[in-house]
């Protein structure tokens, strides 16, 4: 349940607020009541239990996904500085491999054509918390 709710509150951080909420603790207390364990369905994604002890998580929201990979990815330095900030045409064939090694050119123009949803302004979200 700790690792569900750590991963929701990270998507709950990227969603701002998108997404409908659904109770996690009630859904999975009246799964475990009627014995369902696959495709449960939660806030952000699916889950599905086995017997082995393992969870599966299927996302339901690829862009919101996606925004989550691009917002780690940039804070582990995997992808160059200018990421989202230059035109793929202008990038050094450097940043272009990069890009094309992690999601293609096409990707990474339509990511440029929705900045305001793939990029936070974190310094903003940080002076809220003050």
């Given at each position: 349940m700790d690792k569900l709710k750590d991963i929701k509150k990270v998507f709950n951080y990227l969603d701002d607020g998108k997404t409908e909420e659904i109770d996690m603790q009630q859904t999975l207390k009246m799964a475990e009541h009627y014995g369902e364990t696959r495709k449960i369905e939660?806030?952000?994604?699916?889950?599905?239990?086995?017997?082995?002890?393992t969870c599966h998580i299927e996302f339901k929201n690829m862009e919101l996904l996606k925004k989550f990979n691009l917002f780690g990815s940039q804070r582990k330095g995997w992808l160059p500085p200018s990421y989202g900030k230059a035109e793929y045409k202008d990038m050094t064939p450097e940043e272009k491999a990069v890009i094309n090694d992690f999601e293609g050119e096409s990707s990474y123009n339509n990511v440029m054509k929705n900045k305001s949803y793939y990029f936070m302004n974190t310094e903003e979200l940080?002076?809220?918390?003050?």
């Open positions: 939660l806030k952000y994604f699916y889950v599905t239990f086995y017997k082995k002890g940080l002076k809220l918390s003050s």
